[in-house]
């Protein structure tokens, strides 16, 4: 069967070229010596907001302060928004550098000049709409997995301290071939507040699920450091102070095509009232922490 990569959204501490297996959290430059951490003034900077947020009635209730850290606040979900994401298509691998430079004093993420994405556009939906509403009493929302494949929804739940993911299910369950994961405890996506330095980790398993119509059961590792603190260019806009989250990812599955574990590291790059504002995915068991060839990319864009 298809192996899955389950998780829908992503933290962090960079590791430098040449200094050693211990990283170093940086913000807005990269430490120079290995046992340097370096912080520096908050700059005066000017916040460009995407012009399709006046729109949306309810992001008004978020106002960012644009102080790189992200409260449980600054992170709503909405039944019924839309975002407008562009994506590279599947199999076609993209080149880009996830780990910024130090551009005019500012670490910078330059994301515009990515070729051949399309537009995918995602909306927040309500649990009890669906088939599998049932099974995940204390879900608040879902939202597609994968922008390849908006039918295979993630169920998440949100709450003060924590966005966690409960479970993974197919849109319908018509037919055979059909998705049911429930996992033995909320999957902690998200930790606020989010800043520099921030980490979590957490491994968990699930058992009689239904993965593409195959039973199956198996676990997931993830560890989460939040690296990095920046400038994010895309096409359409420009976003000061955003954070870096690393995701170290290992899946395992009981029945699984080719070999049943495989490692996969994502970065998330993350801003106020805004939440995922681009991702870059590894292949699977990749080496180099900061690769330069992602099996997926994805940013807010039209």
């Known amino acids: 069967m298809k192996q ?81 994401y562009r994506v590279n298509a599947p199999g076609e691998g993209v080149e880009l550098d996830v780990s910024g430079k130090d551009w005019a004093g500012k670490w910078t993420w330059d ?68 998705t049911l994961i429930r996992y033995d405890e909320p999957v902690r996506l998200f930790e606020f507040p989010i800043e520099v330095g921030s980490k979590w980790s957490q491994k968990v398993s699930f058992s009689n699920a239904v993965v593409m119509g195959v039973q199956n059961a198996g676990s997931e590792t993830y560890s989460f450091v939040v690296d990095g603190r920046g400038t994010v260019l895309l096409p359409d806009f420009t976003l000061e102070n955003t954070l870096r989250i690393r995701l170290q990812l290992k899946q395992t599955f009981v029945v699984a095509q080719g070999k049943p574990t495989t490692d996969y590291i994502w970065y998330m ?30 940013h807010l864009g039209l």
């Open 4 to 84: 899955l990569i389950l998780l829908p959204m992503a933290l962090l501490v960079l590791s430098l070229p040449g200094c050693g297996d211990d990283p170093e959290v940086w913000v807005e430059k990269a430490c120079e010596e290995c046992d340097a951490t370096v912080y520096v003034d908050e700059p005066d900077v000017t916040y460009e907001a995407p012009p399709w947020i006046d729109q949306v009635d309810s992001l008004r209730a978020c106002v960012p302060n644009n102080d790189g850290r992200i409260d449980y606040e600054e992170m709503p979900v909405f039944l019924g928004a839309a975002v407008s």
């Open 111 to 178: 994301f515009r000049g990515i070729p051949d994405t399309y537009p995918v556009n995602v909306t927040v939906e309500d649990p009890a709409e669906f088939w599998f509403a049932d099974e995940f009493p204390e879900a608040e929302s879902v939202s597609p997995v994968s922008l390849w494949d908006k039918n295979l929804l993630g169920v998440y739940r949100h709450s003060k301290g924590t966005t966690e993911l409960l479970g993974v299910a197919s849109r319908s369950r018509e037919g055979a071939v059909y």
């Open 269 to 298: 790059y993350v801003h106020e009232c805004l939440g995922e504002v681009a991702r870059a995915v590894s292949g699977p068991d990749e080496l180099e922490k900061e690769f330069t060839r992602a099996a997926e990319f994805r």
